[in-house]
């Protein structure tokens, strides 16, 4: 069965306390994995897309990396602005999004 | 700016009562998709479309319908409402599938009484 699944389900931070988010994956025909954000009350916003293992991409304090089985989201030196939930999602032979349930962020100054 | 929007934001009805969930884009893009949001089960797809005329069953598609008669719109229907189809619902579009970078909307919260 494709799926995705997302630890921790929530994660508490203090300011500029660095940490990983993990995505693991299985899912068939994989064309890409994907990272939003979203906030209390608001749609998913997008992130990033990693279409291969090894990739890498990184936007502010975040750096997203990808292997043949994981995918993860590296928050360094965390600001309470950061606090959201984070989606991984799994693009599937290009048609819906699998995604997982979400690993909660709270970074506290 | 281009935007996707979806209303009502809001929207309390009772079981049994036919409700229509709007999304309107202004991207021209041909994916649409509606997906629903529950806690402790994350996003599901409810149903997609691939462009005007063309529709396509999700995920949790029972009790749900959609029609695409234009680019721009894809609303969602549930045909007679139930209280297991209280959530909140997303509508998101993409512009091809070989990236399917899906953009959402900020979502309709629906309670069905």
């Known amino acids: 069965e494709d799926q995705v699944t997302q630890s921790p389900e929530a994660l508490r931070l203090q300011e500029g306390e660095s940490s990983s988010l993990n995505c693991s994956y299985t899912v068939s025909g994989l064309r890409g994995l994907f990272w939003y954000r979203q906030d209390p009350g608001k749609g998913p916003e997008f992130l990033f897309t990693l279409y291969s293992a090894g990739e890498e991409k990184e936007k502010e304090r975040l750096k997203a990396t990808l292997t043949k089985k994981e995918s993860f989201l590296h928050i360094t030196a965390p600001k309470p602005e950061d606090s959201a939930t984070y989606l991984c999602?799994?693009?599937?032979?290009?048609?819906?999004?699998?995604f997982g349930k979400g690993t909660t962020l709270s970074v506290s100054s | 700016d281009a935007e996707i929007t979806q209303s009502p934001r809001h929207k309390i009805t009772e079981t049994g009562r036919q409700v229509t969930l709007a999304c309107h884009q202004t991207w021209n893009h041909n994916n649409m998709f509606w997906y629903r949001q529950d806690l402790g089960h994350g996003l599901r797809l409810i149903h997609y479309?691939?462009?005007?005329?063309?529709?396509n069953k999700g995920e949790v598609s029972d009790g749900y319908s959609v029609s695409r008669s234009n680019t721009e719109d894809l609303p969602l229907t549930l045909e007679s409402a139930a209280s297991s189809q209280t959530s909140v619902y997303f509508c998101?579009?993409?512009?091809?599938?070989?990236?399917?970078?899906?953009?959402f909307g900020a979502g309709t919260r629906l309670s069905v009484l």
């Open positions: 999602a799994a693009n599937q032979a290009g048609t819906a999004l699998i």
């Open positions: 998101a579009s993409s512009l091809d599938l070989a990236k399917n970078i899906q953009y």
């Open positions: 479309s691939y462009g005007v005329q063309d529709t």
